[in-house]
């Protein structure tokens, strides 16, 4: 009886609820835009939607913040270059629990709110996934109630959008915020002053040296508040993204001697260090903007710490490593280490070695990268002219360890050579990071063994305790209760909800792995959400694909180690084995790529046009039936991904083993049952273990292997490219005119790196070594396809075995190892 009526107590709660939310609605759309709901325009719609609940989000946040202002827990401070958030409304209203609420209140009025929400621009303020992982650390550190801001740039325009013109890559701006945004808040009160430039002069003051800044010119630096909702609780944390204005609106006397131009010039120099990201991924740009802008809000967010701490504790600073974590993601905010000395040094009258200790049991740093090119190095003269006094700093804290290593080793001046953080007048961003915190990481286990025991091995005997791993992951909420709906509903109605929040429990979903009607719903789950994926296609390629076929997916950013063309060389193959044998036995298959390229990476845009031209001969040519398409979709992001992954069969992790420090799209795939086909590389390894070897495709070198040929230089592509004849036949095929018969001459540059090496070595990432293993691979794929009670098995083991890599635990592993919150 009780329980009878709960439930009527609740439906007319639910009643009253939908009610209010429609009245703020209708109210909202009349005041902002003078229009009834039937008169607005679907943008109209959004706008006001997203307002109603960014009113509800903002509610809460006051009372997180006044709670947690009452409380002196230690909080984390996380600062990186990018945050690649995605949408806002759908996450946010699952994160309140009043998503099915909206979208009952949408149909009753009439609006479809899946259109509504393809309004929302996808803030693109990151590259890949160094990005998106800060984004899911943020989601879970708000979910786990952990005092958590995030700190990075409030960029104008995103990464560049991509369009595809003629199978050639054209990059778009992307001005996100030209309709303005709900989601944010400006705190124009908390400006911080950022100094470039100048020079330092030393006085003496009562016997101590005093270094004063001089000559810099200064540009202010304006926070924007973005909210972070958890999921299931109260708990409100906030992104802190810095602005750059100038200091003086226009300098009014320049405007009055009649430099007008003049004054806008110097307002425009300001304001162009928060204009545009980088839209470089893995490969640093040298230029003097880029330094500009780390050292911009890496100073600006060090202050705000700083003079809140003093705020709360007073100028006590002993404490504030027991008070304040700041972590780095890579090395692009690494100036907050000789920027924290600064203050302490310069504004708290602190001495080297007390600002030294305070300084090093701040600050945890991780590396996302192997590559030896990839890594950070700024040349002195720059970061001498642009940073005077964080030069003489970093000069110093250089100085200091190099006599360390020096004691340690006396002697052995080539190890105090390779360990500097100033060599060869550059400065060595790595090294600054190690020297500077207490705690180091790699992004997965293979990742951080290699670190430790290659990358920066004399740094690891040197600081045994320094090293250790955390595994990346990823949020549940956004890739598997909010991209893929038919599945989380399905999980949750046999184990439970629990799993959302608590990603062990996924193990639940294992005992029904030989469930047949788990299995057949499955299928129908996995066939809906390729049927939606088809019809994108269809709109925005103008191809028809079908849904019963193998939807095979490579989506992450092009790079050559990450190896698209290793895949469509593949792709190739099977098109070559089609047209000799009308009967060769395969599942249809149709092959899916996103990518965008760095505008100045001319190989990597050399593949787009590869895969395009493959693609167009194809998909085009009557006399495979259909057996193989190839579809490239534009401008890749992550609400495509949202789209894409749950749409996908087969993951594409195949990177160079030993390059690719992690991979989190991996576990994206996985945690929506698609089978990986993958290489021993980065979080890969791990998969493999969590699932076992029956539950993926494993192919190919492994680091251990890559790394010999590395050093022996005994590699010989073009001894394998002699002795297999189908991959002599696919190589030859871009530059003698069977893709492309007007212009062979495109691929030439890729055939040559694959066979001689541009100036370097040939195949430096091993295609040609691969083919083969990568081939048969593939044909394991084909034939357990064709089997769906095995295929859905491994699915369903693949989902019960994801739990790990949630972002939720590699954040409880942060804290266990490292912040110690709580
Ligand atoms: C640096 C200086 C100047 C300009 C650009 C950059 C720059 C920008 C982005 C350097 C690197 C990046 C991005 C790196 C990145 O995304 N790394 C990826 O991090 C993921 C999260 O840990 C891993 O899963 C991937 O394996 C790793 O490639």
Not at 184 to 206: D, H, S
Not at 455 to 475: L, M, R, S
Not at 570 to 581: F, V
Request: net charge negative; proline share 4%; aromatic share 12%.
């Amino acid at each position: 009886m009780t329980k009878v009526l709960g439930g009527i107590a609740l439906i007319e709660k639910k009643t009253e609820e939908k009610k209010a939310f429609r009245i703020a609605l209708e109210t909202k759309i009349q005041r902002m835009f003078g229009r009834t709901i039937r008169g607005a325009s679907q943008e109209q719609i959004f706008q006001a939607i997203s307002q109603v609940v960014a009113d509800l989000v903002k509610e809460r946040w006051a009372y997180s913040r006044e709670l947690r202002s009452s409380h002196s827990e230690k909080e984390v401070y996380y600062l990186s270059m990018e945050f690649l958030m995605g949408r806002a409304l759908s996450n946010n209203l699952i994160n309140l629990g009043i998503q099915d609420l909206v979208m009952e209140v949408c149909e009753d009025l009439n609006i479809k709110f899946t259109d509504v929400e393809e309004v929302e621009p996808d803030p693109g303020l990151g590259n890949g996934g160094l990005g998106r992982l800060a984004a899911c650390f943020m989601d879970s550190l708000a979910t786990l109630g952990f005092k958590a801001t995030g700190c990075g740039i409030r960029y104008e325009y995103g990464l560049f959008k991509q369009k595809i013109i003629d199978g050639f890559q054209a990059e778009v701006p992307d001005p996100w915020l030209e309709n303005g945004t709900s989601w944010e808040i400006a705190l124009p009160e908390e400006t911080e002053i950022v100094k470039f430039g100048g020079f330092v002069e030393i006085v003496e003051e009562e016997g101590r040296s005093v270094y004063e800044h001089k000559g810099y010119q200064s540009v202010r630096a304006v926070p924007y508040e973005v909210p972070i909702l958890g999921y299931g609780t109260k708990n409100v944390n906030s992104l802190r993204l810095w602005a750059a204005r100038a200091t003086k609106h226009l300098d009014m006397s320049l405007f009055g001697q009649g430099k007008y131009l003049d004054a806008l010039e110097e307002k425009e120099l300001a304001e162009v260090i928060s204009k545009v990201l980088y839209p470089d991924d893995n490969h640093p740009e040298g230029k003097a903007l880029r330094l500009k802008q780390q050292y911009f809000f890496v100073s600006a967010s060090i202050q705000g710490i700083v003079r809140k701490y003093r705020k709360q504790y007073g100028p006590n600073f002993k404490d504030f490593p027991s008070r304040v974590s700041i972590h780095i993601n890579d090395t692009h905010p690494a100036l907050g280490i000789p920027e924290l000395m600064r203050i302490l040094l310069d504004e708290e009258g602190l001495n080297w070695d007390q600002a030294w200790e305070i300084t090093t049991n701040t600050f945890a740093y991780t590396n996302h990268t192997i590559m030896e090119e990839a890594l950070e190095k700024w040349p002195e003269s720059l970061f001498r002219d642009l940073l005077p006094r964080l030069w003489d700093i970093v000069y110093e804290i250089n100085e200091r360890f190099c006599a360390e290593i020096w004691k340690r080793y006396p002697g052995d001046w080539e190890k105090t050579a390779r360990m500097s953080i100033i060599a060869n007048h550059e400065v060595k961003m790595a090294h600054l990071c190690i020297v500077g915190s207490f705690s180091v990481n790699g992004v997965a286990q293979l990742h951080s063994n290699i670190l430790r025991e290659q990358v920066f091995q004399e740094f690891a005997e040197f600081f045994p305790n320094k090293f250790t791993n955390v595994t990346n992951g990823v949020t549940f909420r956004r890739f598997l209760l909010n991209a893929n709906k038919g599945l989380s509903d399905l999980i949750s109605d046999r184990i439970g909800t629990d799993w959302v929040t608590d990603s062990c429990e996924l193990a639940k979903f294992l005992e029904y792995q030989d469930c047949s009607t788990t299995k057949n719903a499955l299928v129908k789950i996995r066939y809906n959400n390729k049927l939606k994926l088809a019809e994108y296609i269809k709109e925005h390629n103008k191809i028809i694909v079908d849904p019963q076929s193998i939807f095979d997916v490579h989506i992450k950013r092009l790079h050559e180690y990450k190896r698209q063309l290793l895949n469509v060389l593949h792709i190739m193959y099977l098109y070559n084995r089609l047209l000799d044998d009308p009967n060769f036995d395969m599942h249809p298959r149709t092959f899916i790529f996103g990518a965008k390229a760095a505008p100045g990476y001319s190989t990597a845009k050399k593949i787009i046009k590869l895969i395009h031209d493959v693609g167009e001969r194809i998909n085009n040519d009557p006399s495979i039936n259909d057996r193989l398409k190839v579809v490239f979709l534009e401008n890749y992001r992550v609400s495509l991904a949202e789209t894409i992954i749950p749409a996908s069969d087969v993951s594409e992790q195949i990177s160079t083993a030993g390059k690719e420090a992690s991979g989190t799209g991996n576990m994206k795939f996985m945690l929506n049952g698609a089978l990986t086909i993958g290489t021993l590389d980065g979080a890969n390894v791990e998969i493999d273990e969590a699932v076992g070897r029956d539950n993926i495709f494993i192919f190919g070198l492994t680091a251990a292997q890559t790394s010999q040929f590395y050093m022996d230089g005994s590699y010989r592509p073009y001894d394998v490219y002699l002795s297999d004849p189908y991959l002599k036949q696919v190589l030859d095929q871009p530059v003698n005119g069977f893709v492309n018969a007007q212009h062979p001459e495109l691929f030439q540059e890729l055939y040559n790196g694959l066979l001689q090496g541009n100036g370097g070595m040939a195949d430096p990432y091993f295609v040609l070594k691969d083919f083969a293993s990568y081939r048969e691979a593939h044909e394991e794929v084909d034939k357990q396809y064709q089997d769906p009670k095995l295929w859905w098995k491994k699915a369903i083991i693949n989902i019960g075995n994801a739990g790990f890599f949630s972002s939720d635990r590699s954040i409880m592993d942060y804290n266990e190892r490292i912040w110690k919150l709580r």
